[in-house]
């Protein structure tokens, strides 16, 4: 059974910072492209940060400069640390894990998520 976890999240103050983990088992974590990703109430889930296989990352633009993807491939657990949070981005954040072929099929799993709230 392939399942990922988050944790870390929680209640921070504006300008505080968090880090996120994503736990995965039941596949090989190396070889998987993984992403973290927000939901806000009422709105579309949006992609924050993603990182490829060979640690390729990239940001979305709000969060460039404050927020850092990584990868432990040995511990098969991805990480969001995430610095100067605005109240905006309170959400549950979401992790993932893809691989896909060169013809576009693949498989993609997510995580439960994990409350980040950013409130005085």
């Known amino acids: 059974q392939v399942q990922l976890v988050e944790s870390g999240g929680g209640l921070v103050q504006p300008g505080g910072s968090l880090r996120l983990s994503c736990s995965v088992s039941?596949?090989?974590?190396?070889?998987?492209?993984s992403g973290w990703y927000r939901q806000a109430p009422g709105k579309q889930r949006e992609m924050v940060a993603t990182i490829t296989s060979g640690s390729s990352t990239n940001y979305a633009d709000s969060v460039k400069g404050r927020f850092t993807i990584s990868r432990d491939n040995a511990r098969n657990t991805g990480y969001l640390q995430m610095n100067s949070l605005k109240p905006e981005e309170t959400a549950v954040y979401y992790c993932?894990?893809?691989?896909?072929?060169?013809?576009?099929?693949?498989?993609?799993?997510w995580g439960q998520g994990t409350q980040v709230t950013v409130s005085s």
């Open positions: 039941g596949i090989t974590f190396s070889i998987y492209n």
């Open positions: 993932n894990a893809r691989f896909a072929f060169s013809d576009g099929a693949g498989y993609e799993y």
